[in-house]
């Protein structure tokens, strides 16, 4: 596609949020089913996000495709008396292999700071868990012009130094757009990914030219193959759409050749 940095594979990842049951794993089977008949092969990772309880079951399911089974969030500790809470160690050992952080529903659900973010990210990477690190501004934030400088510092304060290309992934989710159908212009877009970009390269150098970074908030089929061709915009976080195996697939073939 036009847009995309030759040397990184783009990921198309689904945030299943508080949706889905057991019997839901009908829909990743439906999902592993049509990337194992892709011909050519999508070029382009696949992951979904379940809520913690049915990691264990979409793990065995995924297992032998090519579909990454990730949470939705981490304590920042490996064990304790933390009740309701679950450590990236134990997302790991029900076979996930990536952990969304600082969701901004977790930042406004929970009151998540971007500290406790970073030692969210840490976590996961401490566990060996790739960390999506969300961030992404409100419509007054962005309304007031402050788009570059709220991503900017939630960028800074919310990922470690541990951070690399391959344990850490970028979700840029303006959150007025999330479940709303609103999308920012692609100029827009462009500009927000632009300038994470130089700040992943002016802290991490070569790991931060090579590290993805998603959009996420309202991606839709109808959407996606515009939204994934903008310069710096290195895969999709998907929501609602992601729940659908058709849905989802639509998005994960806005990377299909031809
Ligand atoms: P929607 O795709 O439903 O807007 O949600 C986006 C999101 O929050 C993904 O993490």
Known sequence: MAGQAKNIRPLVAGNWKMNGVKASAAEVE????????????????????PPAP????????????????????????????????????????AGAEAVIVGHSERRSDHGE??????????????????????????????????????????LKDSLPQSSTAANTVVAYEPVWAIGTGLVPSTADV??????????????????GAAM????????????????LAIANVNGALVGGASLKASDFLAIVRAYQRG
């Open 113 to 154: 700071s971007s500290a406790v973010v970073n030692a969210k990210a840490s976590a996961a990477h401490r566990a060996g868990l790739t960390a999506i690190v969300c961030i992404g501004e409100t419509r007054g934030e962005r309304d007031a012009g402050l788009t570059i400088k709220v991503a900017g510092r939630q």
């Open 54 to 93: 049915l990691i264990s079951a979409f793990s065995t399911v995924a297992a032998g495709s090519d579909i990454a089974i990730a949470g939705q969030d981490c304590h920042p500790k490996v064990s304790g008396a933390h009740t309701g809470d679950v450590s990236a160690e134990m997302l790991k050992d």
């Open 212 to 227: 993805r970074i998603l959009y996420g908030g309202s991606v839709k089929p109808d959407n996606a193959r515009e939204l």
């Open 190 to 207: 462009a500009e927000v990914h632009a300038a994470i970009r130089a700040d992943l390269i002016n802290r991490f150098g070569d790991e």
């Open 30 to 49: 439906a999902v592993k089913r049509a990337l194992s008949e892709a011909k050519p092969a999508i070029p382009a990772d696949v992951m979904i996000a």
